[in-house]
């Protein structure tokens, strides 16, 4: 089988592929060590192992690794910017205190990101909408509504920059 | 952590206070928890950091003691430290202190008693560092100890406006006598500075950047990753299995059959397979195919169960709890209302599914577990493995989610039967389908109740025949038991407890509020159904009743005190709008509960349309846990709670057939996301008592309020859960 070439933060990886059917989830935290991403159902029902591919919000549990190829992935640890600033959205999971038991935040924190990339100025309902494949077993959702509220409000719309800072550096990678 | 220290002698064996100076300078305070240390004990089993450390360099170190579970002990704990010791909480670093018996008694998460059992010994761990810090220096300035004060890691002489950083005197303060514990004042609630404010959790920045804290994030050189296969019949041992062929996989390196010790709680029979990964050992699974032997296997059902339950309805229960005056009289006098309530049996779900990491090396093993019941996990693993616990290294690690089910550690002793089988470390990680198949469930229960009411509109009185599970056929199974102190009973002149108990193999286990849970739901709601046929106010009749005198032993600290149960009921109706005038089909319902020493009344304001579709408008609650330590996490633990139980009572169970748990992911189990939730406001009453756990006490008026509230809409009463079940969907 060729070698699997995958972006993973910004970082170029080449993989071997023994098992075409394992998920991306397990890419990431066994074979990178990344295991920010969380494992909840293997089902694709409750959001913990949310990572974007290219931009976009996808369910790693459920995505065979080797249809990912190509591609550009960003996880949790991707999420704040190269000088380790984070994205307002961390800033605004802490400032809010969201967390609970905190399995579920990582995949929240990649919904929301996804969200506000593509609708800067979401209406509590896009807001629900888009948050509604995450689950959270603890009931933190009033939290995680206020805290993406408080960024749209922010004047300073940093998720904007952050997201020019990311498309920046995977021109560089592609160059 | 491990440090050199050379310990001190000044032991004061009254306070339990031990100084010692650390290596690199500071000081360091350790105080015994629980367990006292007997004359004989070993010095050297002394831990020296047991509670906190000032450094030098101005970093004070506090050490949280219990598993953090979600329900905020990893910060609120040490902020108790913190405001007796005067410490500015940005100068304060947490870190999860070992698990050792010796030095911090019992060490869990479970029962809400987190706060109330080390509140005293945090306390005085913080203030004797403090009065330490003063001593220190006063003598630097020759100066008297009571004309000094502290502020924000500061001791301050106010006469002279001198002051000296902790971190400048942590060196001098670890020579001075550890003070008698009878010298050392504790603060006044009024001067507290940070107890009751809005502190972010201390794991924060960790959680939101993805860093590795969970059970599950474990790696170690080397480790290899394994997987379980039990019976799906619950107690089912292995004919055979085509073990031959799993070894052949991918990445596959070990399969191998155990035994299991004949105890649930411990090691069930199954098949192991050992790979180079998560993902192919949960692949290789796919392909396992095991023959069963199922003669010992659970053969329970759950809608036999209800058939054989609303038969025992029908005769007098078996064993009785309580009675007092005559119960056939006053029915005599006034006829009945009559009432049969059941709830469901429902697994934990714990978004992190089971798994431990471990390490078994020429007779020791190394374990790093999420849970609840680290004494518990050690205990059982020795017992497992026929060794000395000595020889079980336990590492806590952040739990992902607890909910009662992770006080259980079976998981922790598969991994490590598994362990001993394999030369390298390993970590066993449930699937989702093992986690719903094999959990320790809450019991479903049956309540057929009788209740009487005079022309008054007061109650007369109360029966129940109370149907439950048992586990070893003699008494209730873990969180299914019910006591004659449950509310009404005690405030009643005529009562009748009966039960009668139904033989269940699949084992039970403590359920967030155990017990609680289930029947604040049958007493809550048929308390409303009375008050309704006696005409009254559900709210009067509830402050009517706490008003009466009753069999509560008021000395007994666990006991129900009536003033604060109708301080909170007064308060969430009154900020819930009681007796508004609502449109049709819009009704409020109230339900109080008291658990885990947490007083809690709740206002649900529902609507109800004529296909059965609920709209959750609100919930008001008021509580009264006594002081707040955390505001943030305090409402966090409430509104939690509040969606759990609303979550669970819409529309979550887990249903038995031949033995086997029918449900198996999170498609069958739809737990409430983000856009069904109710508004939620909660309001503290922090009365002046010792504060108490918050864990669960909010939990169990939910499903109440919302049905009281779904028969003021609607006039429909729900005496079954869930709610999806009798036809509501939201």
């Known amino acids: 089988m060729p070698a699997l070439q995958l972006t993973v933060n910004g970082k170029q990886h080449s993989f071997e592929i023994i098992d075409s059917t394992m998920p991306l989830l397990w890419l990431l935290r066994d074979t990178l060590g990344l295991v920010g991403t969380k494992f909840g159902c293997g089902g694709g029902f409750c959001g913990a192992c949310t990572v974007h591919l290219d931009g976009s919000p996808i369910r790693s549990c459920s995505l065979p690794a080797a249809s990912a190829a190509g591609r550009s992935i960003t996880t949790i640890e991707g999420l704040a910017d190269d000088n380790g600033d984070l994205h307002p959205l961390q800033s605004a999971w802490i400032k809010h205190d969201v967390p609970q038991c905190g399995y579920c935040q990582a995949g929240q924190l990649m919904s929301a990101a996804a969200l506000l990339k593509h609708t800067p100025n979401p209406s509590n309902e896009d807001i629900d909408s888009a948050m509604a494949g995450n689950l959270c077993r603890c009931g933190t959702y009033h939290r995680i509504r206020s805290a993406i509220q408080s960024v749209v409000k922010s004047e300073n719309h940093a998720v904007v920059q952050y997201y020019d800072k990311a498309a920046d550096r995977k021109k560089g990678v592609e160059a | ?730």
């Not at chain 2, 474990?218 to 107690?235: D, R, S, V």
Request: aromatic content about 8%.
């Open chain 2, 1 to 730: 952590m491990s440090q050199n220290t050379n310990t001190n002698t000044k032991l004061n064996r009254r306070s339990f206070v031990k100084l010692v100076s650390v290596a690199g300078g500071g000081l360091a305070l350790g105080f015994y928890l629980g367990d006292t240390p007997n004359a004989n004990a070993d010095d050297t089993d002394f831990k020296p950091n047991a509670f906190l450390q000032i450094a030098s360099s101005g970093e004070i170190l506090l050490y949280a003691i219990h598993p953090e579970i979600g329900q905020g002990v990893k910060t609120s704990l040490p902020m108790i430290i913190a405001e007796e010791l005067d410490a500015n909480w940005h100068d304060v670093r947490v870190e999860q202190a070992e698990i050792n018996r010796k030095h911090y008694g019992r060490q869990a998460a479970g029962g809400s008693q987190s706060t109330p059992s080390t509140w005293d010994a945090l306390r005085q761990a913080g203030a004797t560092a403090r009065t330490m810090l003063i001593h220190a220096a006063a003598d630097i300035w020759q100066v008297k100890p009571e004309t000094c004060k502290t502020q924000s890691s500061f001791v301050i002489h106010p006469p002279t406006k001198r002051q000296l950083a902790y971190s400048a005197l942590a060196d001098k303060a670890a020579s001075v006598p550890t003070p008698d514990k009878k010298t050392v004042k504790l603060k006044a609630r009024k001067d507290y500075q940070l107890l009751g404010k809005r502190v972010s959790g201390v794991d924060n920045l960790k959680l939101v950047t993805g860093q590795p804290l969970f059970g599950i994030d474990q790696t170690l050189p080397g480790m290899l990753y394994a997987t379980y296969q039990k019976c799906p019949a619950i107690g089912g041992r292995i004919k055979t299995a085509n073990l031959d062929e799993i070894r052949q996989l991918p990445g596959v390196i070990q399969a191998f059959f155990l035994e299991g010790n004949n105890d649930k709680e411990e090691l069930q029979p199954g098949v192991a397979i050992v790979a180079d990964s998560t993902w192919a050992a949960f692949s290789a699974k796919q392909k396992l195919n095991v023959k069963w032997d199922e003669r010992s296997a659970s053969k329970d059902s759950w809608s036999k169960a209800q058939q054989q339950a609303k038969q025992m309805a029908q005769q007098k229960g078996k064993d009785n709890i309580l009675n007092t005056g005559n119960v056939h009289n006053a029915f005599s006098e006034n006829k009945p209302l009559e009432a049969f309530y059941s709830y469901p049996f429902l697994p934990h779900a714990t978004l992190e599914p089971q798994n431990t990491t471990a390490w078994y090396k020429d007779g020791r093993i190394e374990l790093w577990s999420p849970t609840q019941n680290p004494d518990r996990a050690i205990k059982r693993v020795a017992k497992l493995l026929d060794i000395d616990s000595d020889k079980v290294t336990f590492h806590q690690t952040r739990v992902g989610g607890g909910f009662g089910r992770r006080l259980m550690v079976d998981y922790a002793c598969e991994a490590a039967a598994i362990a001993k089988r394999v030369n390298a470390p390993v970590k066993l990680q449930w699937t989702r389908e093992d986690d719903m198949a094999h959990d320790f469930y809450r019991a479903g229960g049956f309540h057929a109740l009788k209740g009487s009411v005079n022309s008054a509109g007061k109650i007369t009185a109360w029966h129940d025949h109370f149907i439950t599970f048992s586990n070893n056929g003699e008494s209730p199974a873990r969180g299914a038991k019910m006591s004659g102190k449950e509310f009404p009973l005690p405030f009643l002149k005529n009562t009748q407890l009966t039960s009668t108990l139904q033989a269940l193999d699949i084992p039970c286990g403590y359920w967030r509020a155990p017990a609680s849970n289930g029947l604040a739901f049958a007493m809550q709601s048929f308390l409303d159904e009375l008050a309704i046929a006696g005409g009254r106010d559900f709210r009067d009749l509830l402050l009517e009743l706490l008003s009466q005198p009753n069999t509560l032993d008021t000395n007994n600290q666990y006991s129900l005190k009536p003033k604060r149960a109708i301080d909170v009921i007064k308060l969430a109706t009154q900020k819930a709008g009681w007796g508004k005038t609502l449109e049709k089909g819009r009704g409020l319902g109230l339900a109080f509960y008291y658990s885990h020493s947490g007083y809690f009344a709740e206002v649900a304001e529902v609507s109800v349309d004529s296909d059965k579709k609920l709209t959750v408008h609100k919930i008001t609650a008021a509580g009264d846990v006594g002081p707040i330590i955390n505001l943030s996490a305090a409402e966090a633990q409430c509104v939690g709670s509040m969606v759990d139980g609303l979550s669970t009572m819409l529309g979550l169970q887990v249903t038995i057939e031949n033995g086997r748990i029918q449900e198996s992911n999170f498609h069958q189990y739809p737990m409430l996301r983000i856009n069904k939730i109710p508004e939620v406001e909660i309001h503290f009453i922090e009365s002046d008592n010792n504060p108490t756990g918050l864990g669960e006490p909010a939990l169990p008026p939910v499903a109440p309020a919302i049905c009281n509230a779904i028969c003021a809409a609607s006039g429909l009463r729900v005496r079954h859960l869930p709610l999806s079940k009798e036809g509501f969907s939201i």
